[in-house]
């Protein structure tokens, strides 16, 4: 019903930058929120950041994991249902797999879902 697609991982070293992007498609009425979250290896998934819609057509409220605040910037463009994530002063320990989330309400389905995408690996190392 709702496809997550994420893009822009990468190998990156320490101090550098990398974007993240991901497109939502499929029978999609409202997104309510758009996210980030990763997990590095042996530990659970954690919250990056999150922009909800505010019933705007672009920005929204934001939430900052303290780790990532002042370094992280996500923005979105509701109409055309991508989010993004700057990454900046990047640090060994940001290397995880990142995924994509998104609150949708669905056509034709009562309520909200979360969905996820397929994760995309980022890694900092010198």
């Known amino acids: 019903q709702v496809q997550l697609v994420e893009s822009g991982g990468g190998l990156v070293q320490p101090g550098g930058s990398l974007r993240l992007s991901c497109a939502a498609s499929?029978?999609?009425?409202?997104?309510?929120?758009m996210g980030w979250y990763r997990q590095a290896p042996g530990k659970e998934r954690e919250l990056v950041a999150t922009?909800?819609?505010?019933?705007?057509?672009?920005?929204?409220?934001?939430y900052y994991a303290d780790s990532v605040k002042g370094r992280f910037t996500i923005s979105r463009e509701n109409a055309k249902k991508t989010v993004s994530l700057q990454m900046n002063s990047l640090k060994p320990e940001d290397t995880a797999v990142y995924y994509c989330?998104?609150?949708?309400?669905?056509?034709?389905?009562?309520?909200?879902?979360?969905?996820w995408g397929q994760g995309t690996q980022v890694t900092i190392s010198s």
């Open positions: 922009i909800s819609t505010g019933g705007t057509t672009s920005g929204g409220t934001t």
């Open positions: 989330n998104s609150r949708v309400a669905v056509w034709g389905v009562p309520g909200l879902a979360d969905y």
């Open positions: 499929g029978s999609i009425r409202i997104i309510t929120s």
